[in-house]
């Protein structure tokens, strides 16, 4: 059975239809993201990001079922706002996983 994908005319929250984005106010446009299938790895950063940027929508998780007719994207209605929010979030914690610690030589080592 086939997974049904968001409607793209609204978003619905606490069960009311949401048309702006809470935290900034801008109204929610449409967009194409991909699809992204298969069990995906969620930290609590990642959590604590969709909670800081909840209209960002910038990929949908299609679930673990795989198949080669699943379609690869979807609209979705999102906010400019919480989108840029979260590139400056995911530039930032790139940039802290990318700085490597220096190697010490050998002979520093303490036995």
Known sequence: MR???PDT???VRD???V???EFHGLE?????VEIVYGLLPFDEEKMEACRNFPHANTWVG?????SSDNP????????????AAEEEWEAARRALQAVELPLRDESEWVN
Do not use: F, P, T
């Not at 929610?28 to 194409?32: A, F, G, P, T």
């Not at 299609?62 to 795989?66: D, M, T």
């Open 3 to 5: 997974q049904k994908l």
């Open 9 to 11: 005319d609204s978003v």
């Open 15 to 17: 069960g009311h239809e």
């Open 19 to 21: 048309e702006s984005c």
């Open 28 to 32: 929610l446009e449409k967009d194409s």
């Open 62 to 66: 299609g679930g673990c079922l795989i």
């Open 72 to 83: 690869e994207r979807v609209e979705v209605l999102y906010c400019r706002a919480c989108r």
